[in-house]
């Protein structure tokens, strides 16, 4: 059995906190699903089950994902990271991506930019510096901590497909198993009136979410579904006979109203039928990065 791991990449949405409800929710199965990962927390975070499939539309994710497990580029990708440092010149020099670079270059350029940004947004170039006095540890001692991780999330995505597809065509090809034994987790995007910031670097719009709760509805294996309170998913989920769980939780959401505020928001976990019931209440984490 995997030991658990911890995300190399500070990502909008990461689920570290709410992982272990996430796969008690799942119960056992024989294959694992997960078409949105980012930062992969929760696949991360559970056991190695006999196969297993993590997906995103974020090519640049992906390729720092199949950059990272093969041996080759992974040791000089971890050798490279090893070697940057935490600085705001580093970071202008990583907003630039050009294919000609090569896989580890553009890899390491990708981290650079998802971890010494703001919340994790790769797009962003706001370098952030920390000299308070009450602070625990510095940025550039949290940017050594993920560079530190990398050597165990190389080894345990060993054996697991990773594909940049989109998500409901995943989920398609999962309907066509008809197994109850594939279980999945969605984190999709959060339709963009439920989010403080557009932070994510792939989106997605109203149709899309539609399109996957129509597909997600019709498997029979154990589903957890991520999401802020809305219509939509109260509509499609919610609804007399769909029999989806609805679990509420409380998190803190950082704002992009400014760094460092902190908003409380409610969290929602829809669990499917062939979900079992959580051995106990889930508790509030102290704060989840969004």
Not at 31 to 40: F, N, R
Not at 152 to 160: F, P, Q, Y
Request: glycine share 6%; aromatic share 8%; hydrophobic share 40%.
């Amino acid at each position: 059995m995997s030991q658990p791991a911890k995300p190399v990449l500070q990502y909008p949405g990461s689920k570290v906190r709410l992982a272990q409800t996430i796969i008690d929710l799942l119960g056992p199965h024989g294959t694992y699903v997960e078409p949105y990962c980012g930062s992969a927390a929760v696949f991360l975070a559970k056991p190695r089950v006999g196969v297993e499939l993590i997906g995103d539309m974020n090519d640049m994710l992906i390729l720092f994902y199949e950059t990272l497990r093969k041996k080759k580029t992974r040791d000089a990708l971890i050798d490279a990271l090893t070697y940057t440092p935490y600085a705001r010149r580093e970071l202008e020099l990583c907003m630039e991506d050009d294919p000609a670079l090569g896989k580890v270059e553009r890899s390491r350029r990708f981290m650079v930019r998802t971890n010494q940004t703001f919340l994790g947004s790769a797009g962003s170039s706001n370098w952030v510096s920390t000299m308070a006095p009450s602070s625990n540890h510095s940025n550039a001692t949290k940017w050594m901590n993920y560079v530190t991780r990398l050597s165990v999330v190389s080894a345990r995505l060993a054996g697991v497909q990773i594909e940049c597809v989109d998500a409901v065509e995943i989920l398609q090809r999962a309907y066509l198993r008809h197994s109850d034994r594939i279980a999945i987790y969605l984190d999709p995007p959060y339709i963009r009136t439920d989010r403080s910031g557009a932070r994510y670097t792939e989106d997605v719009d109203l149709l899309h979410h539609q399109d996957m709760l129509e597909t997600a509805v019709k498997l029979t294996g154990p589903m957890v579904i991520s999401a802020y309170e809305n219509a939509l998913y109260d509509d499609a989920l919610g609804k007399a006979g769909a029999n989806w769980s609805k679990i509420l939780v409380k998190v803190a959401a950082s704002s992009s109203a400014g760094k460092g505020s902190v908003a409380r928001r409610t969290e929602v976990l829809w669990a499917s039928p062939a979900c079992p019931p959580l051995p106990k209440p889930v508790r509030a984490p102290r704060r989840a990065r969004r």
